[in-house]
């Protein structure tokens, strides 16, 4: 056999080790990577309808809380014009309630009553006169926004016992419009200026659906003059306190710098605050 025969046989025969290393599967063990989406096939992706079912998807919603309309009243008010619970077992008797009269229209004291309140987490019931109101509209939005609740305490702030009914009408009814008119709702309580009342301005402020009160427990606030002494106020409070008091203050400097010594001495005596939402007002 020549060489240019072998050098043939050699060629063939490694040509065929070729071919048959190709088309033989590999006996090595391999594992199969899912490769990450090209930028092309994610754009076809995106372009294909997602799939139907029969039943929406449930998403959880959450829990609104309660609003104060929806509240069980948890206090009413006695015929001497103190707070007791509705149900004891609910709510303590160790409570007072917070009031404020002849307001709104001195901003600095209205801010400071605010911050203390809201220190002590601490609710209350701002009696507006009219004219104040409409004087200081923006005010009246502010102790609103704070959280705080508004009265109706006559428009001119005179002694209604005095006038006719109506006259005592027009005092009452054009400042559930005006406060109506600037916040949205109309005040839920009365307190007649000077405590002085009666029969038929209890009857009107009923028919315009307010609770009418006076107090049980009076700061004498209003007997002080410029600039006023806060231990007075404190200490006039404190001797009257009785569970379920209902204090009378008012917009004063005085009153606001005492505040917070006032609202610490209750708590230390273990007292809560009433939170006007929470009063029955339909006796």
């Known amino acids: 056999m020549t060489k240019a025969h072998l050098r043939k046989i050699y060629a063939v025969l490694a040509i065929t080790a ?3 290393s190709c088309s033989s599967p590999s006996k090595t063990t391999t594992v199969e990577l899912t490769p990450e989406p090209s930028a092309a096939s994610t754009d076809v992706q995106t372009t294909v309808a997602p799939k139907v079912t ?3 998807i449930q998403t959880a919603q959450p829990t609104p809380s309660p609003s104060p309309e929806l509240m069980a009243p948890l206090y ?16 303590t008797k160790k409570a007072v309630l917070l009031t404020f009269d002849d307001a709104p229209h001195n901003e600095e004291v209205i801010v400071s009553l605010l911050d203390t309140l809201d220190k002590h987490n601490a609710k209350a019931i701002f009696f507006v006169n009219g004219y104040r109101v409409k ?7 502010k102790i609103n926004e704070r959280g705080q609740t508004i009265g109706n305490h006559s428009w001119d702030h005179i002694d209604l016992k005095k006038e006719d009914k109506s006259k005592i009408e027009s005092q009452l009814a054009d ?6 008119s600037i916040i949205g709702k109309e005040p839920h309580f009365f307190r007649p200026p000077y405590g002085s009342g009666g029969d038929i301005v209890k009857e009107i402020a009923k028919n315009h659906g307010m609770l009418y009160m006076t107090w049980s427990n009076g700061s004498l606030d209003w007997e002080q003059k410029s600039p006023g002494d806060p231990d007075k106020v404190v200490t006039n409070v404190l001797d009257q306190l009785h569970p379920g008091a209902n204090i009378l203050m008012h917009e004063l400097k005085w009153t606001a ?4 010594d006032l609202l610490t001495k209750l708590e230390e005596k273990g007292y809560t605050f009433i939170d006007p939402e929470t009063i029955k007002v339909n006796l």
């Open 18 to 20: 070729i071919l048959s």
């Open 54 to 56: 029969s039943e929406p």
């Open 76 to 91: 009413k008010m006695t015929s001497v014009y103190r707070f007791v619970p509705i149900d004891e077992t609910a709510t």
């Open 135 to 141: 004087q200081h509209p923006e005010l009246l939005k």
């Open 175 to 180: 400042v559930q419009s005006e406060v109506k």
């Open 257 to 260: 710098s005492a505040l917070d």
